[in-house]
């Protein structure tokens, strides 16, 4: 069923119908999201076609802020999670955090695609589930806090006995009850951050056993690079019965000797696979979103041609462009509705 279709079976989500009609520019600095932000501007255009947009995807999401806090864009379209690094820039500029819009929920196993999080342990594992604190407990470490914005603050903060370092602290009997969980994963700052941001609040304390790889394309040539690339973690999962890993759908798919883990959010909660259909409704824990940031000042009001367009976005018709497009899916009514009371 379209997403047009579904809306309309809603109440809290309304067909799109302009509330100004936009003629001036709007600024877009950021990522091209693999082209939706294109295919939004044109479907945007049939209802305001005396709108104008001036692009530059040039920087990509790792630039995506810079247009803001330098004044040269309206939007900053990006399918990285704002980093620490680059919110202070935005807040030492104007005194207030960046407006974060999620417009679409990333995908499921393409490359390219804001692909969602599995997590993967040995073929010979036998658990069942782990929630997203199991898992902070086992791939983090104790903190003194973390981040809320550009504070830090101890309401974050865990001690030791919340390390999960052992699989019988998972409930894991027999022979897998004394085992050291070995931990592998992602260290590309895109990666890791959003690991961090959804697990450790912000934190970058790690297990101290955290073993680090990297996509392929992001290795230097030669032996050097091969040993780091992602891959060479799913050979030594595959061979390693004690080891647990988060890593990407279109590499895990290749290695038969390991598996993806069910999730929960929270405990008493159903444990979630990872497949096509959890990561589009997003009941599976990991996925990940594209995002638009805006400069709005807290308690005013969006320019209204910036307004105009992310009240677009986040329409039926807009997120049918997303649909359509098929590189990310669109949100459910319940989150663009929740995205739609942010910009008031």
Request: with cysteine.
């Amino acid at each position: 069923m379209e997403i047009a279709d579904r809306v309309s079976e809603s109440e809290g989500l309304a067909a799109y119908v302009p509330e100004v009609q936009v003629r001036q520019g709007i600024r877009i600095f950021g990522s091209f999201l693999k082209g939706n932000v294109e295919a939004l501007e044109r479907g945007f255009l049939k209802f305001h076609p005396e709108a104008e947009f001036a692009n530059n995807f040039m920087t990509s999401s790792e630039g995506a802020m810079a247009g803001l806090y330098t004044s040269l864009a309206d939007l900053a379209p990006a399918g990285d999670d704002a980093k620490i690094t680059d919110i202070l820039p935005f807040y030492q500029v104007f005194r207030y955090l960046p407006l974060e819009i999620t417009v679409a929920t990333g995908g499921y196993d393409q490359r390219g695609t804001l692909w969602a999080v599995p997590i993967v342990v040995n073929a010979d594992n036998p658990i069942e589930g782990l929630t997203l604190k199991q898992l902070d407990g086992i791939f983090g470490e104790q903190r003194t806090g973390g981040w809320d914005g550009i504070q830090y603050t101890s309401e974050y903060a865990r001690g030791p006995e919340e390390n999960i370092r052992t699989w019988g602290q998972l409930a894991l009997g027999g022979d897998w009850a004394d085992k050291p969980i070995q931990t592998y994963g992602y260290c590309a700052p895109g990666f890791a951050y959003y690991f961090q941001r959804k697990l450790f609040h912000h934190s970058d304390k790690w297990n101290p056993n955290y073993r680090q790889y990297v996509e392929a394309k992001q290795t230097p040539d030669g032996a050097v690079g091969a040993a780091v690339a992602s891959e060479r973690m799913l050979e030594e999962l595959s061979r390693d019965r004690y080891g647990i890993a988060w890593a990407a759908l279109m590499h895990t798919k290749n290695y038969p000797a390991v598996k993806t883990v069910p999730l929960a959010v929270s405990d008493g909660d159903p444990f979630v696979p990872i497949t096509p259909s959890t990561v589009r409704d997003r009941t599976y824990p990991l996925i990940r979103d594209a995002y638009f940031y805006a400069n709005c000042e807290p308690g005013k009001a969006l320019k209204p041609n910036v307004r105009e367009f992310l009240r677009y976005i986040l329409s039926p018709e807009g997120q049918q462009v997303i649909d359509d497009l098929g590189i990310f899916s669109p949100l459910p009514l319940e989150v663009a509705d929740e995205q739609l009371a942010k910009i008031g």
